[in-house]
């Protein structure tokens, strides 16, 4: 593996892969992907003092110009100026709360409690959304009616808004999902349906692997997910962004705590590597082919791996 990322810059996984450089998102031209859609998202954010990144967040979802979305952000009683900067928006969000919550997914689950939509998904208060995302994943869900949970490919940015990696992923597999999480989360979205299916609520004992628990239990209750190969959220790094900052201690021990449901035991790094060894490969291929500039301008047809 470290050979791969020397020759090759190999990143799957990586939350650093080059120099800060602006954004540039290719062309987008599939047929039906940017078609009118009757769908209605129903999207919440949660956030806690991130005053720096907030505004920015509510900004590219308000900037969808997708007819029929229903926004929603939940702030924890943030002391750094991040409540009044939601507040300025409140004319243009469906609801607004300010209050102290039991953690990230608790503020989730309080903020869909309010919503009514038929697609559902979830953006921090650090991340956005890239511009034509839920066009897209409109499009892509009324193409694909027998697909319950959709999500994308991901820009890395800085602080500063600017790009520093892209993973452009390989089809789902649902073995992978046994042992990691490559699912980027402000690319992910589902149906009502399948949401009600798992009992409407994300698991509040996960603070940090909340997401990765809730593709498990769609995958366990017989959903289908997909891959849709196309940017569609930006995953922000920054000093006191919340996987760089628990990953060690709480985000390990919850990882731990999803294989050890899954596989029935904690596997070694090295057993990882192994097992995740032929998606690896998979990501390489597409890396090279970006890198070469032998991926298509439009988004090729859909794929999945139920493997």
């Known amino acids: 593996m470290a050979f791969l990322r020397g020759v090759f810059g190999f ?20 047929p039906g992907l940017q078609a009118a859609s009757a769908l209605k998202f129903s999207l919440v954010t949660p956030v806690f003092n991130q005053a720096a990144f907030i505004a920015t967040s509510i900004e590219s979802v308000l900037a969808q110009e997708y007819p029929s979305v229903e926004y929603i952000v939940m702030d924890g009683a943030s002391t750094d100026g991040t409540a009044e900067i939601v507040a300025s928006y409140a004319n243009r969000l469906a609801y607004v709360q300010s209050a ?30 890239l511009p034509g995302a839920l066009a897209a994943i409109a499009g892509f869900l009324d193409a694909h009616p027998d697909v319950d949970v959709v999500y994308g490919d991901r820009i890395i940015i800085d602080e500063n808004g600017l790009e ?24 992910l979205f589902w149906r009502r349906s399948v949401w009600e299916r798992i009992g409407g609520k994300l698991d509040a004992n996960f603070q940090f692997a ?31 962004q919340k996987t760089s900052a628990q990953i060690k201690d709480v985000g390990q021990a919850e ?18 590597r192994v097992a995740t060894a032929i998606y690896a490969g998979r990501y390489l291929f597409h890396d090279l082919r970006r890198r070469l500039g032998l991926m298509p301008r439009s988004t090729p047809p859909f794929s999945s791996h139920h493997d």
Not at 11 to 30: K, N, Q, T, V
Not at 218 to 237: E, L, N, Q, Y
Not at 255 to 272: A, E, F, K, Q, T
């Open 164 to 187: 520093i990696g892209r993973w452009m992923l390989p089809p789902y597999s649902g073995k992978l999902l046994s042992w990691i999480d490559y699912v980027p989360q402000e690319t």
């Open 255 to 272: 990882m731990d705590r999803i294989r050890r449901r899954c596989l029935g035991y904690v596997p070694s790094r090295l057993h990882r």
């Open 100 to 129: 102290k919550d039991r953690g990230q997914a608790d503020a989730i689950n309080q903020g869909f409690a309010h919503t009514s939509g038929e697609i559902l998904g979830w953006l921090n208060g650090d991340d956005i959304l």
């Open 210 to 240: 909340m997401d990765w628990d809730l593709l498990i239990r769609f995958r366990d209750c017989g959903a289908r997910i997909a891959h849709m190969p196309r940017f569609t959220g930006a995953f922000r790094v920054h000093p006191a």
């Open 11 to 30: 990143g799957l996984g990586r939350l650093r892969m080059y120099e800060p450089r602006p954004i540039a998102l290719p062309e987008y031209r599939a």
